[in-house]
């Protein structure tokens, strides 16, 4: 994908956050300020074609991905999420930031127990708004019948290098984070 400049721009700041003293208030206002008009960043965002969007071992297919930043301290990625597949319950282990600038994502959430974790309320994330995720946060993702989602997914960290946990979505038992084992704990929806 070739990065709109609204999108570098986007990057610039959360870089520049990340070297002060508040990065999640000022990437939070950022996003609030990019995410207030979604539909002209989605028709600036180029779609993901076909291409984009890999077919997992298991044959799901989740939706594109493109990473906008990645370093120790910032990751930044566009991530389109397809209808049809519900994906497993994951931590990150570091503060995540999710704007949706089309169609909608389905935020289901846990809260941690004693001896395990257990559902919590969810909500959907329309095209528009801005969630912050505490580090702690557990949730899982999917798209609504019939309808893609794109959105900019934002973590203070690299979420690629991360010990983090994906949850069986029937027992709930925690795992180490793997793509292999989050390929195989997603479910039709
Ligand atoms: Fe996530």
Redesign the pocket.
Known sequence: METPAVLTAFVDTCRQAVQGDDARATIHAAMTELFADPASLAAGVPAFTADDIATSPRGFRLGGETLLHQAADLSVMVLGTLPGVIQPP?D?EMV?MIGVFEGCEEQRFWARTDDGIEPVAGRLLEAGEVMVLGERAI?A?SAPEHQDARAI?VYLGNISDVDRSVFDPETLEEHPFESDRYDAFCRPA
């Open positions: 994951h990150h995540a949730h993702i997914h």
